[in-house]
């Protein structure tokens, strides 16, 4: 996924809104979005070739979301999924914090990510290339394949027109 863009907070009948783009590897064999067979309570489209996701949401309103991270090192190749971290949050049960700090430690089993991890409360960022657990404040913010909210041309354009709109229409 290249592109996530999301207003966290910044209206009161939805706490998350989110667009997303999912832009990596066509080749890869996946499913559209739909409630899983194998977790009923799962909305999301599916890795069929690791069983994961990049992008997901319960009926119970847990949001995960993954994006690699372009840095110039070398993909490893005998690393695990970055699709199981989304996977392993929707199907869990642990506080956003709580499993992103356990993401944290186990990282180096990853290629770069970005990863999302949220619910009806609250929302975290991690990255494995940025270091830092961050609670995520209200407001509007970007995500590619970079930091959060990095200044990469098609993010900045982004959130500056969601920005904007909100401004211009925001009478709830």
């Known amino acids: 996924?290249?592109?996530?863009?999301?207003?966290?907070?910044?209206?009161?009948?939805?706490?998350?809104?989110?667009?997303a783009n999912r832009d990596e590897v066509y080749a890869r064999p996946t499913a559209p979005a739909s409630f899983w067979n194998d977790y009923p309570y799962i909305y999301a489209g599916r890795d069929l070739e690791h069983r994961g996701t990049?992008?997901?949401?319960?009926?119970?309103?847990?949001?995960?979301?993954?994006t690699n991270f372009r840095d110039g090192l070398a993909a490893k190749a005998s690393t695990r999924s970055r699709g199981d971290l989304v996977a392993a949050y929707l199907r869990g049960n642990q506080r956003p914090g709580a499993y992103l700090t356990q993401v944290n430690?186990?990282?180096?089993?990853?290629?770069?990510?970005?990863?999302?991890?949220?619910?009806?409360?609250?929302?975290?960022y991690l990255s494995n290339r940025?270091?830092?657990?961050?609670?995520?404040?209200?407001?509007?913010?970007?995500?590619?394949?970079?930091?959060?909210n990095s200044p990469w041309p098609k993010v900045e354009r982004a959130a500056r027109s969601s920005a904007n709109c909100w401004k211009a229409k925001r009478k709830y």
């Not at 996924?1 to 809104?17: N, S, Y």
């Not at 990049?54 to 993954?66: C, D, M, S």
């Not at 430690?105 to 409360?121: K, M, R």
């Not at 940025?130 to 959060?148: F, R």
């Open 105 to 124: 430690n186990a990282s180096v089993h990853y290629n770069g990510f970005n990863l999302l991890a949220g619910d009806l409360e609250e929302l975290h």
């Open 1 to 19: 996924m290249c592109l996530i863009l999301f207003a966290q907070k910044m209206h009161r009948d939805f706490p998350l809104i989110l667009a």
């Open 54 to 66: 990049w992008l997901g949401i319960t009926r119970g309103g847990r949001v995960a979301a993954v």
């Open 130 to 148: 940025g270091g830092k657990l961050i609670a995520i404040a209200p407001g509007v913010h970007g995500l590619s394949n970079h930091l959060l």
